[in-house]
């Protein structure tokens, strides 16, 4: 029985032995090395705890407070405060005299009106003038819109010189048409638009019309034309209607040192007019220009107020000088237009805007004629000294040529 627990004994020893000698045979692998650590940037700031430093490191770089980032934004941007540009008044322009001014436009006026002239003077030159050339120059003259009877006027007189002519040069063709066509343009009527008051006030002037004549704009180089005769102009910006025309008004004015009258848009035109005939004699401007908004003569309403317009200027002191702004282009239409007005206002003088831009040149024979009043100034362009005063004289020559 010893013997067995020996033998026993024995066999555990030995198999212990050898359970040691292989696991000391083994090696243990190094493990790899730690990954080096960095900060998570996204991870809020660590508190910190009791007892550690609160100052800045000392060999940390010291920051400026616009440098400092303020909370839930970005640095305050360091606002640099620019000078205010200086604003320089405009110049004032010095306008184009306006003696012999439509002579000087006589070349833009005939290359419009030459049809007329050179029409009628081919056909008074046939060498027989039977009854189908006088109708023809009848249809010429209707055509330019001359009107029907001063058309029949001008007809009957010349079939009456060209018989007692006999033969017929060119030269007496040309000074017997010139004759006749300065007589149909009443050269005897005063056309000076009247400025010059006789009471102790300016010269009040009322410019009106239809919508798209050019009114505002003719206002503007009317202020022009007196300015260049040494007058001292106020403007009264009445059309209160249409949007920025109290701002091109007064753009006008500026060029010229006329000060503009004004109220805000949509604003009791009357008020305005008023107003400005008012500042004028407080200043003692020479002229007052009020420009009124333009008006469809079907309008029976705004014909009223145009009316009360008149009226109310009239407390201050009497119009002097009221002018019907007319488009050329629009031919007997215009006259139309003409009658309406002359029955709500006594129109006393009337401007005929785009005279170069038709070869209807016999409306001004014909506006005259029918209102008995004279027309006073042309529009022969877009340019700021484009506006003149009418010459019949400058005006026949120009529809008929050298």
């Known amino acids: 029985m010893e013997t067995v627990i020996l033998a026993v004994v024995i066999a555990v020893v030995v198999i212990g032995a050898l ?12 493990l790899p090395p730690a990954p080096p650590t960095t900060p ?7 508190e910190p705890h009791i007892g550690d430093e609160a100052e800045i490191p000392h060999d940390e770089e010291r920051r400026t407070i616009e440098e400092v980032d303020l909370p839930g934004g970005s640095a305050a941007p360091v606002v640099v405060e620019e000078p205010e540009p200086v604003v320089e008044a ?20 005939s290359r419009s009106q030459n049809a007329l002239g050179k029409g009628l003077l081919t056909l008074l030159s046939r060498e027989h003038l039977d009854e189908e050339t006088w109708e023809e120059i009848e249809d ?10 001063p058309t029949q006027e001008l007809v009957e007189r010349l079939r009456e010189r060209v018989k007692v002519l006999g033969t017929r040069t060119p030269d007496e063709l040309r000074t017997l048409l010139r004759e006749e066509l300065l007589q149909l343009l009443v050269p005897e009527f005063d056309r000076t638009v009247k400025t010059d008051s006789n009471l102790d006030t300016p010269g009040i002037v009322m410019v009106v019309g239809v919508n798209g004549t050019g009114k505002t704009t003719t206002t503007g180089k009317l202020a022009r034309v007196l300015v260049a005769d ?15 025309a109290a701002d091109q008004l007064q753009t006008w004015g500026e060029r010229v040192g006329a000060r503009t009258v004004r109220g805000p848009e949509g604003g009791d035109p009357a008020s305005i007019a008023f107003d400005a005939v008012k500042e004028g004699i407080e200043e003692g401007a020479d002229v007052v220009l009020i420009d009124t908004a333009g008006r469809l003569h079907t309008k029976t309403g705004l014909m009223d107020e145009l009316g009360k317009v008149k009226r109310v200027v009239e407390k201050h002191a009497p119009l002097d000088e009221v002018l019907l ?3 050329a282009t629009t031919g007997q239409n215009g006259l139309v237009q003409a009658r309406v007005f002359a029955e709500v206002v006594d129109i006393t003088g009337i ?3 785009k005279l170069d831009g038709t070869a209807k040149g016999g409306i001004v024979i014909a ?15 877009e340019g700021a000294d484009d506006l003149a005063p009418f010459e019949p004289e400058a005006f026949v020559d120009a529809l008929i040529g050298e």
């Open 19 to 30: 359970g040691g000698l292989v696991i000391g045979s083994r090696r243990k692998k190094p």
């Open 230 to 244: 040494g007058k001292n102009v106020v403007l009264g910006a009445a059309d209160t209607f249409r949007a920025a």
């Open 140 to 149: 010429t003259l209707l055509t330019a819109d001359v009107g029907v009877q």
């Open 40 to 46: 998570d940037i996204t991870a809020p700031p660590a």
């Open 325 to 327: 702004v007319l488009d």
């Open 351 to 353: 401007v005929l805007t």
């Open 367 to 381: 506006v005259q004629r029918d209102l008995g009043v004279p027309v006073k100034l042309v529009g022969l362009g």
């Open 90 to 109: 405009p110049a004032i322009e010095i306008p184009e005299p306006t003696s012999g001014r439509l002579v000087r436009l006589r070349a833009r006026l």
